[in-house]
């Protein structure tokens, strides 16, 4: 069985900082990577931030590059998305994802969880 289960979202100003969680329940399943998308109001599901567990690598988008950090706690089994100076436009769902291969593309991750709302306002 697989969970995923994202945490920390809410509200915060413009320049602000937020970091959301996912801790993983992984017991059927060892992904190579784990990612973080989001999806804004009427947009399409986009990729944020990687992590390799293969070649302990990062990955980023470049809109966010700078400004927002991946990072895991293998004990806890949790990746963490750690956000600052953020602008209206990261308003978004933000997801979490497990997959066998890094990609930027959605339809390549396996499990997802059921996300998180971030709302940054001007």
């Known amino acids: 069985q697989v969970q995923l289960v994202e945490s920390g979202g809410g509200l915060v100003q413009a320049g602000g900082s937020l970091r959301v969680s996912c801790a993983a329940s992984?017991?059927?399943?060892?992904?190579?990577?784990m990612g973080w998308f989001r999806q804004g109001p009427g947009k399409e599901r986009e990729f944020v931030a990687a992590?390799?567990?293969?070649?302990?690598?990062?990955d980023y988008a470049a809109s966010v590059k700078g400004r927002f950090t991946i990072s895991r706690d293998n004990a806890k089994n949790t990746v963490y998305l750690q956000m600052s100076s953020l602008k209206p436009e990261d308003t978004a769902v933000y997801y979490c994802?497990?997959?066998?291969?890094?990609?930027?593309?959605?339809?390549?991750?396996?499990?997802w969880g059921q996300g998180t709302q971030v709302t940054v306002s001007s």
């Open positions: 992590f390799s567990w293969r070649s302990l690598s990062t």
């Open positions: 994802a497990a997959g066998r291969s890094h990609s930027d593309y959605p339809v390549m991750y396996d499990y």
């Open positions: 992984l017991r059927t399943f060892s992904p190579s990577v």
